[in-house]
């Protein structure tokens, strides 16, 4: 059974950065892709960021060129470096793990961008 576990949510002057870390435990091996998708209030989940196992990498409109997608194979680590941020960015992010026969997700952590 696959385990996310997401950290470094918070809240954050519009401007500011934040980095968001999912920590991967279980049988991860032979995965498809991570992804990070979020969801505002009264919104529909959306997808931010996706990377498949060969490293390639997808952004929403929204967030492309402020965020950035990464991970750490030797942690079973995906992290989403935030720059730039907005207060649109303002919702509950999830990162989800796509793999053989598995399809996980995190608990989410809460990102408010506000002054």
């Known amino acids: 059974q696959v385990q996310l576990v997401e950290s470094g949510g918070g809240l954050v002057q519009p401007g500011g950065s934040l980095r968001l870390s999912c920590a991967a435990s279980?049988?991860?091996?032979?995965?498809?892709?991570m992804s990070w998708y979020r969801q505002a209030p009264g919104k529909q989940r959306e997808l931010v960021a996706v990377?498949?196992?060969?490293?390639?990498?997808n952004y929403a409109a929204s967030v492309k060129g402020r965020f950035t997608i990464s991970r750490d194979r030797a942690k079973n680590t995906v992290y989403l470096q935030m720059n730039s941020l907005k207060p649109e960015d303002t919702a509950v992010y999830y990162c989800?793990?796509?793999?053989?026969?598995?399809?996980?997700w995190g608990q989410g952590t809460q990102v408010t961008v506000s002054s």
């Open positions: 279980g049988n991860i091996f032979s995965f498809y892709e």
């Open positions: 990377m498949s196992s060969s490293g390639s990498t």
């Open positions: 989800n793990l796509v793999g053989v026969t598995y399809n996980a």
